[in-house]
């Protein structure tokens, strides 16, 4: 792109040279100014914007932030190419936080891409508000919707309760209407899912999954005694949401019931976190503090992980997609012994299910030329066939219901996990509702909060249920104006 | 490069008895110094073009948002006058008691780093200016932490302050193990600011002994020797000499790292994005989560406020540190 106003610019020059040479200073003078003008001004000016999305009408460009879905994808693409004659050129920026940035920035210099996997029931409806993903509701019939999972077949729509959600001013989703659709479901999951390095539970003699919340803080106990240095539990928790979310809620609704832990982000002090029942789960909660990894409370998402893959830790929380990401750093799936976040014996719900919910997504975006090609891919992709390649390639739970072949696809580890997606509504906590918070309820305020509890050490359960009640306080207010 | 000749032909062409009316050569001079205004005019225009641009609607654009709520991409502002404001310092218990500890870590950092910098790039430079081999390597040497990419020497510095990382192990094995953190210096939250204080005066030392360096080669030699004749010695003539004739560049160094201080977020950004907890978290930061990391929300107002809260006091800060030097110097 650049290639040719470096021509220009380098024509114009000679030209100016050539008029010094000429023997009219004066003019050489002026010219060279202009000139001087010129190149100044032309990176604002000429240079400053770009074409927009893909050129040729037969080429698609898609982004996506998942490494490990590179590979499954461009798989899909050659055999996409094969069946239509459309190119799609895949590209990866990571980690998150860079790749909203790129999002973000591109769509301010209208460089967006025709496709982008986008962070499912958040992410997707934010974009869609800001105009920078399209509505496709009226595309997405039943004949393609119907190829997913039947639990996430309504994922990108803005609901009822989206929209209730989006009503607020300072609502992320703000402008939303009910029933626009911004994206299709592409891969599915949950979080909440301990994993444990086989060969350091073996040597403290953990050979099986633990019943218990108690029975998990013995082994958590056993490996920190037999490795103080490597055997304990690592969490990704400089992302401030992760110890909120992954570990405190699911524990809290196993120790308290759907209904009780609902009534935790209420308004209702005999019932809310700083009531004896937010107490109680808080306490529960910073049982973990002794096992923590030395250090987990600075590193990111992928550092835990990483040190889990490196034996610096024994346990590690992630989710669904984590085993992708410990395959990639050289642990392989059998090395692994996963289950769910168990719930204590003496809790409402001592087994619980993890609910499970499209993790991510696929958009068109809004600066997209070519929405029929796009739309063509993202169902290319939903295809059993095609999804079940994918998720054998990037080691993930596809949204595609994948039937029968769902066990012998995902190998046993993967499907080990999505056993724990079993479960009636009483007993399954799932990470999607958020019917019962404010709206514009903040997570990462919350959380910044419950780290000083654990990993930080720094305040009492009392202490922290009284901060994050007064901060669920106010969005409650600013929910109600 | 042009002007000379043409100025010396204009002379010969005004002078008596050259038989050219006196009217020409002055309408050539006026025309003349009207292009060579011109050229000047157009010279400066890209400059000035891109000030008003880059600078001046930027900053009306950013005072404007400052009342408004908006995510940077919705096709309407919604006005809010001084709600921003009042919502960061006091009003809103999301984001005010955040500004506050955000403040409170900044205030600490304004006070540490230019003290510290000043501490350590003072006497470094004293020792420097009185090497007299290898003066320029080392000073090179010292001037090495300033010209490294910050990002990448960040990303190290993250690698050296963990648990197992270069400092513990260097403290475990000179027998102070004691002193190590188990949890790394960027994961207690007691230890956290201070390092990440330590790392910002560790980047700011080069330019501050440059900046004394050159000042203590200004020095004149006489003043010193008048010192030592009157019976002062190193230490003495270096506290009640050399200290005095520097303070205008003590001032200048501490105004710099001030502002540093005040604005500067970078290196939280990188090492620690606030963490752990809130514990690190600094105002500039604030701004830019406020105005980047919040997935779209309509904080775009929000960032623009506590950037004009944050240039106030800046204003603020070099008034008093112009009113200082006034008295000083």
Same mark, same amino acid.
């Given at each position: 792109?650049?290639?040719?106003?470096?021509?220009?610019?380098?024509?114009?020059?000679?030209?100016?040279?050539?008029?010094?040479?000429?023997?009219?200073?004066?003019?050489?003078?002026?010219?060279?100014?202009?000139?001087?003008?010129?190149?100044?001004?032309?990176?604002?000016?000429?240079?400053?914007?770009?074409?927009?999305?893909?050129?040729?009408?037969?080429?698609?460009?898609?982004?996506?932030?998942?490494?490990?879905?590179?590979?499954?994808?461009?798989?899909?693409?050659?055999?996409?190419?094969?069946?239509?004659?459309?190119?799609?050129?895949?590209?990866?920026?990571?980690?998150?936080?860079?790749?909203?940035?790129?999002?973000?920035?591109?769509?301010?210099?209208?460089?967006?891409?025709?496709?982008?996997?986008?962070?499912?029931?958040?992410?997707?409806?934010?974009?869609?508000?800001?105009?920078?993903?399209?509505?496709?509701?009226?595309?997405?019939?039943?004949?393609?919707?119907?190829?997913?999972?039947?639990?996430?077949?309504?994922?990108?729509?803005?609901?009822?309760?989206?929209?209730?959600?989006?009503?607020?001013?300072?609502?992320?989703?703000?402008?939303?209407?009910?029933?626009?659709?911004?994206?299709?479901?592409?891969?599915?999951?949950?979080?909440?899912?301990?994993?444990?390095?086989?060969?350091?539970?073996?040597?403290?003699?953990?050979?099986?999954?633990?019943?218990?919340?108690?029975?998990?803080?013995?082994?958590?106990?056993?490996?920190?005694?037999?490795?103080?240095?490597?055997?304990?539990?690592?969490?990704?928790?400089?992302?401030?949401?992760?110890?909120?979310?992954?570990?405190?809620?699911?524990?809290?609704?196993?120790?308290?019931?759907?209904?009780?832990?609902?009534?935790?982000?209420?308004?209702?002090?005999?019932?809310?976190?700083?009531?004896?029942?937010?107490?109680?789960?808080?306490?529960?909660?910073?049982?973990?503090?002794?096992?923590?990894?030395?250090?987990?409370?600075?590193?990111?998402?992928?550092?835990?992980?990483?040190?889990?893959?490196?034996?610096?830790?024994?346990?590690?929380?992630?989710?669904?997609?984590?085993?992708?990401?410990?395959?990639?750093?050289?642990?392989?799936?059998?090395?692994?012994?996963?289950?769910?976040?168990?719930?204590?014996?003496?809790?409402?719900?001592?087994?619980?299910?993890?609910?499970?919910?499209?993790?991510?997504?696929?958009?068109?975006?809004?600066?997209?030329?070519?929405?029929?090609?796009?739309?063509?891919?993202?169902?290319?992709?939903?295809?059993?066939?095609?999804?079940?390649?994918?998720?054998?390639?990037?080691?993930?739970?596809?949204?595609?219901?994948?039937?029968?072949?769902?066990?012998?696809?995902?190998?046993?580890?993967?499907?080990?996990?999505?056993?724990?997606?079993?479960?009636?509504?009483?007993?399954?906590?799932?990470?999607?509702?958020?019917?019962?918070?404010?709206?514009?309820?903040?997570?990462?305020?919350?959380?910044?909060?419950?780290?000083?509890?654990?990993?930080?050490?720094?305040?009492?359960?009392?202490?922290?249920?009284?901060?994050?009640?007064?901060?669920?306080?106010?969005?409650?207010?600013?929910?109600?104006? | 490069?042009?002007?000379?000749?043409?100025?010396?032909?204009?002379?010969?062409?005004?002078?008596?008895?050259?038989?050219?009316?006196?009217?020409?050569?002055?309408?050539?001079?006026?025309?003349?110094?009207?292009?060579?205004?011109?050229?000047?005019?157009?010279?400066?225009?890209?400059?000035?073009?891109?000030?008003?641009?880059?600078?001046?609607?930027?900053?009306?654009?950013?005072?404007?948002?400052?009342?408004?709520?908006?995510?940077?991409?919705?096709?309407?502002?919604?006005?809010?006058?001084?709600?921003?404001?009042?919502?960061?310092?006091?009003?809103?218990?999301?984001?005010?008691?955040?500004?506050?500890?955000?403040?409170?870590?900044?205030?600490?950092? $304004?006070?540490?780093?230019? /003290?510290?910098? !000043?501490?350590? *790039?003072?006497?470094? #430079?004293?020792? &420097?200016?009185? =090497?007299?081999?290898?003066?320029?390597?080392?000073?090179?040497?010292?001037?090495?932490?300033?010209?490294?990419?910050?990002?990448?020497?960040?990303?190290?510095?993250?690698?050296?302050?963990?648990?197992?990382?270069?400092?513990?192990?260097?403290?475990?094995?000179?027998?102070?193990?004691?002193?190590?953190?188990?949890?790394?210096?960027?994961?207690?939250?007691?230890?956290?600011?201070?390092?990440?204080?330590?790392?910002?005066?560790?980047?700011?030392?080069?330019?501050?002994?440059? $900046?004394?360096?050159?000042? /203590?080669?200004? !020095?004149?030699? *006489?003043?010193?020797? #008048?010192?030592? &004749?009157?019976? =002062?010695?190193?230490?003495?003539?270096?506290?009640?000499?050399?200290?005095?004739?520097?303070?205008?560049?003590?001032?200048?160094?501490?105004?710099?790292?001030?502002?540093?201080?005040?604005?500067?977020?970078?290196?939280?950004?990188?090492?620690?994005?606030?963490?752990?907890?809130?514990?690190?978290?600094?105002?500039?930061?604030?701004?830019?989560?406020?105005?980047?990391?919040?997935?779209?929300?309509?904080?775009?107002?929000?960032?623009?406020?506590?950037?004009?809260?944050?240039?106030?006091?800046?204003?603020? /800060?070099?008034?008093?540190?112009?009113?200082?030097?006034?008295?000083?110097?």
């Amino acid at each position: 792109m650049h290639i040719p106003f470096t021509e220009r610019c380098a024509e114009s020059s000679d030209v100016s040279r050539g008029t010094t040479g000429s023997g009219r200073p004066r003019r050489a003078r002026l010219a060279a100014v202009g000139v001087v003008t010129v190149l100044a001004l032309a990176p604002v000016a000429a240079c400053g914007g770009s074409s927009g999305s893909s050129g040729g009408g037969k080429t698609l460009d898609m982004w996506t932030f998942k490494q490990s879905h590179l590979a499954g994808l461009k798989a899909a693409a050659a055999a996409f190419k094969k069946q239509t004659g459309i190119t799609v050129n895949i590209e990866v920026y990571g980690p998150d936080d860079a790749y909203t940035t790129k999002v973000q920035a591109a769509a301010k210099t209208h460089d967006l891409p025709d496709v982008l996997e986008v962070h499912s029931d958040g992410e997707d409806l934010v974009l869609g508000s800001a105009g920078i993903s399209k509505d496709i509701s009226s595309d997405v019939g039943s004949d393609w919707s119907g190829l997913y999972q039947s639990s996430v077949q309504q994922s990108g729509t803005v609901t009822a309760e989206k929209y209730k959600e989006s009503l607020p001013t300072d609502s992320t989703s703000h402008g939303v209407k009910q029933g626009q659709r911004f994206s299709v479901p592409f891969t599915s999951g949950t979080f909440g899912i301990v994993m444990g390095n086989k060969k350091a539970l073996a040597a403290a003699g953990i050979t099986k999954a633990p019943a218990t919340y108690e029975e998990w803080l013995q082994d958590l106990k056993a490996t920190k005694a037999k490795d103080p240095v490597n055997g304990g539990l690592s969490l990704g928790l400089k992302v401030k949401s992760t110890g909120l979310t992954w570990a405190f809620q699911p524990l809290a609704f196993a120790e308290l019931g759907k209904d009780d832990y609902h009534a935790l982000f209420s308004q209702d002090p005999a019932k809310d976190l700083a009531s004896p029942n937010g107490v109680k789960a808080l306490n529960l909660y910073s049982e973990l503090q002794p096992y923590w990894m030395p250090g987990t409370q600075s590193l990111d998402i992928d550092g835990a992980d990483q040190a889990f893959a490196q034996g610096k830790s024994a346990w590690d929380i992630g989710g669904t997609f984590t085993l992708a990401f410990l395959q990639q750093n050289g642990m392989q799936p059998d090395d692994v012994l996963a289950f769910g976040i168990p719930g204590p014996a003496g809790g409402a719900v001592p087994k619980p299910a993890l609910g499970p919910l499209a993790l991510t997504g696929l958009a068109v975006t809004s600066t997209s030329t070519h929405q029929a090609d796009a739309e063509k891919w993202m169902k290319f992709l939903a295809q059993p066939s095609v999804a079940s390649q994918f998720a054998k390639a990037a080691t993930e739970v596809s949204s595609t219901e994948l039937g029968a072949d769902a066990a012998t696809v995902m190998g046993p580890t993967l499907y080990a996990m999505t056993k724990t997606f079993a479960g009636t509504p009483e007993n399954t906590y799932d990470p999607s509702d958020n019917s019962f918070r404010p709206a514009g309820y903040d997570q990462d305020s919350m959380s910044d909060i419950i780290a000083d509890l654990t990993p930080l050490h720094q305040k009492s359960a009392a202490q922290t249920g009284k901060d994050m009640e007064k901060l669920n306080n106010s969005f409650w207010k600013n929910a109600q104006k | 490069m042009t002007t000379t000749p043409r100025t010396a032909t204009t002379a010969v062409a005004g002078r008596p008895g050259t038989g050219r009316p006196a009217a020409q050569p002055a309408t050539r001079t006026a025309r003349r110094r009207g292009h060579e205004a011109l050229s000047g005019y157009l010279f400066v225009a890209p400059a000035v073009v891109l000030f008003a641009v880059m600078g001046l609607y930027t900053v009306g654009y950013g005072l404007v948002l400052s009342f408004a709520q908006w995510n940077g991409f919705a096709p309407n502002w919604d006005w809010v006058g001084l709600q921003n404001y009042k919502d960061l310092l006091w009003a809103n218990p999301e984001y005010a008691p955040e500004v506050r500890d955000a403040a409170l870590h900044t205030l600490w950092v $304004m006070i540490a780093v230019p /003290l510290l910098t !000043v501490a350590v *790039s003072f006497p470094l #430079a004293v020792l &420097l200016n009185s =090497a007299r081999r290898m003066q320029p390597l080392l000073r090179s040497i010292y001037f090495v932490p300033y010209v490294t990419s910050g990002i990448a020497v960040f990303f190290a510095w993250q690698y050296i302050l963990q648990p197992d990382g270069a400092i513990n192990v260097l403290l475990k094995s000179v027998g102070l193990g004691s002193l190590s953190q188990p949890q790394g210096w960027l994961g207690n939250p007691h230890t956290a600011l201070p390092t990440m204080i330590a790392v910002t005066v560790w980047g700011a030392v080069p330019v501050g002994m440059l $900046m004394y360096l050159t000042g /203590l080669q200004s !020095v004149d030699r *006489s003043v010193l020797e #008048a010192a030592q &004749l009157d019976g =002062a010695g190193w230490w003495r003539t270096n506290a009640s000499v050399v200290w005095p004739l520097v303070r205008p560049i003590t001032s200048i160094v501490v105004l710099l790292n001030l502002r540093d201080s005040l604005q500067g977020f970078q290196t939280f950004l990188v090492m620690t994005n606030g963490g752990p907890g809130n514990h690190t978290n600094v105002l500039g930061l604030e701004a830019y989560r406020l105005a980047f990391l919040k997935q779209l929300a309509p904080t775009l107002g929000l960032a623009s406020a506590l950037g004009w809260l944050l240039f106030a006091a800046a204003l603020v /800060l070099a008034l008093i540190n112009l009113r200082v030097l006034r008295s000083r110097t």
